[in-house]
């Protein structure tokens, strides 16, 4: 079975860092991009950024909310990929999905997704 | 970036109805549009990828049409599983963008 399954959230103060993990297995880890999503308590989905396969030198993209905050990489390895955030603020407070971003004949869309992890920012 | 609208925010229907959501980019953004469908609590589903290409077991009664800068979900014949919230995405670009979502309620 193709799964994401994502770890780490948790309660965290304001400044301080944490690391989510997303945890693939059912797929070749390595031949996909993976990208973070997240959604804020009763709002909308807001894509936080993706980390290219191997084959397109594994760059990455951000959204201007977390550049330079946040920084996602992967260990083909393990089939693990990483959201390291550091700097969190209160309005980082969200639900934080992996997904699996499947790629068609140029099209990206993002085809399997995680349970999702829940990340408190809070004093 | 690329603002994506969703019309209408929420609707009410009926089991058997069938269902129109708009999604308009502010720029086009050719047929680069995916429609996801989200229920309480629960992840995203991929349902709809390049404006109008089902994806693997979603249900025929969901197509997606348009290019540019306009798009529409639509659901032929609403059935209970149905009532869900549904989001529009851009790949187009980075940063990918979502609609603010359009919560299809029971009437």
């Known amino acids: 079975e193709v799964q994401l399954v994502e770890s780490g959230g948790g309660l965290v103060q304001p400044g301080r860092s944490l690391r989510l993990s997303c945890t693939a297995s059912?797929?070749?880890?390595?031949?996909?991009?993976i990208s973070w999503v997240r959604q804020a308590p009763g709002k909308g989905l807001e894509w936080v950024g993706f980390?290219?396969?191997?084959?397109?030198?594994?760059?990455?993209e951000y959204a201007a909310s977390v550049k330079g905050r946040f920084t996602i990489s992967r260990d083909d390895s393990k089939s693990i990929a990483y959201l390291q955030m550091n700097s969190l603020k209160t309005e980082d407070t969200a639900v934080y999905y992996c997904t699996r971003d499947l790629h068609i004949s140029g099209y990206y869309g993002m085809d399997v997704w995680g349970q999702g992890t829940t990340v408190t920012v809070s004093s | 970036d690329i603002q994506m609208t969703q019309s209408p925010s929420s609707l009410s229907a009926s089991v058997g109805d069938r269902v129109t959501i708009t999604c308009r980019a502010s720029q086009s953004i050719s047929s680069y549009l995916n429609w996801y469908q989200q229920k309480p609590g629960k992840a995203p589903k991929f349902l709809i990828y390049a404006a109008s290409s089902l994806q693997s077991g979603v249900p025929s009664r969901f197509s997606g049409s348009g290019s540019g800068t306009d798009f529409t979900l639509t659901i032929s014949s609403l059935q209970p599983e149905d009532f869900a919230t549904y989001y529009c995405q851009q790949s187009y670009n980075t940063p990918w963008t979502f609609g603010q979502g359009t919560k299809v309620e029971i009437k």
């Open positions: 059912g797929f070749t880890f390595g031949d996909y991009a």
């Open positions: 980390i290219r396969s191997k084959a397109y030198r594994g760059t990455t």
